[in-house]
């Protein structure tokens, strides 16, 4: 197959508004975000979540994040309480995961989780492709399974080119991923302490987190 391929200082708001378009409908992509570069598709498409799980080489068994542009889009498929909504006006957009339970809407999108992994990231352009979907993205690193996470162009490329629809190329990236706490249990947990510290997600709470 052809990818297409962008530069996303190149992206004009009919591009975004064209490749969301098409994402919606179904096509993978290769993008930035403020942490490591991601691919994603459409969170609710059976079809384009097999096809991102082939292209990785990636077990179903392994979760996939799910990606929005603002905090309301997440709000409509996770129960949302105080908890969330401290850590989301403290941290998003942003490097932080925050898992949550579904709502009704969100229970399509669990494939055998208990909850949803969800990010508002801090990237601009991703956060306008996102913005202009219809429906949000399941997203994981780009990176295939078990594989070092990709953060140069060149090997994404080398990686990804005729295996996704698109691939946008944003430079050279951090390897560090966001953090990722879990508040659909009793008490706050850390499961992955990174972009976003132990203390100040504790100080946002206002309680230790186990």
């Known amino acids: 197959m052809t990818t297409q391929i962008f530069n996303v200082r190149e992206m004009t708001s009919d591009l975004i508004t064209r490749a969301a378009r098409e994402i919606t409908a179904g096509a993978v992509a290769v993008f930035p975000t403020d942490t490591v570069y991601g691919i994603g598709t ?3 498409n059976e079809k384009s979540i097999s096809r991102l799980y082939e292209i990785k080489n990636r077990p179903p068994v392994s979760a996939l994040q799910i990606l929005t542009g603002t905090v309301r889009q997440a709000q409509e498929v996770v129960q949302w309480e105080e908890p969330a909504k401290k850590l989301a006006q ?8 925050i898992i949550l339970p579904p709502s009704p ?20 352009f991703l956060v306008s492709l996102l913005s202009c979907m219809g429906a949000p993205m399941a997203s994981t690193s780009a990176n295939l399974h078990g594989q070092p996470t990709l953060t140069r162009e060149e090997d994404l490329l080398n990686t990804f080119d005729g295996k996704t629809d698109f691939i946008f190329l944003g430079g050279t990236l951090s390897p560090v991923a966001s ?18 510290s132990r203390s100040a997600l504790e100080e946002v709470l206002g309680e230790k987190i186990d």
């Not at 403290?90 to 995961?97: C, H, S």
């Not at 706490?181 to 972009?195: D, G, N, S, V, Y």
Request: a positive charge; proline letters at 6%; glycine letters at 10%.
């Open 179 to 196: 953090s990722v706490i879990t508040l659909a249990e009793k008490k706050p947990r850390l499961l992955r302490e990174a972009a976003v």
């Open 90 to 97: 403290a941290f998003w957009p942003g490097a932080l995961t």
């Open 105 to 124: 809407k969100g229970e399509a999108l669990l494939r055998g989780f208990a909850a949803l992994g969800l990010r508002v990231p801090g990237n601009e």
């Open 42 to 44: 459409n969170a609710f």
